[in-house]
């Protein structure tokens, strides 16, 4: 198989796609390269992965959340079986 030449133009408008909100994966297969290319790509380009870094801080807030509904529900039943412990 015949590998691709991307001149240094092109490269900029594919990770210019991927700063747009474009994942990588979805960039790799429209243009045919790996996704050890495009992350070889973006390292020598100097860009930071802050659409990831944005992305981890916003599942991590969410996990957060998640964790603090998860412990009030489980109050929550504690105090009913203490409830039910005192009726009975």
């Known amino acids: 198989m015949a590998r691709a030449q991307f001149t240094s133009d092109q490269i900029a408008s594919i990770l210019e796609e991927h700063k747009q909100g474009k994942s990588a994966l979805e960039l790799c297969r429209k243009y045919a390269i790996s ?5 070889k ?25 998640l964790k603090e509904k998860l412990e009030e529900q489980m109050r929550r039943i504690v105090r009913l079986e203490e ?4 009726s009975a």
């Open 35 to 39: 996704d050890t290319t495009f992350y």
């Open 41 to 65: 790509w973006r390292k020598q380009a100097g860009l930071s992965t802050t659409v990831h870094d944005s992305a981890i801080t916003e599942l991590r807030n969410e996990n957060a959340r």
């Open 83 to 86: 409830l039910q412990q005192l």
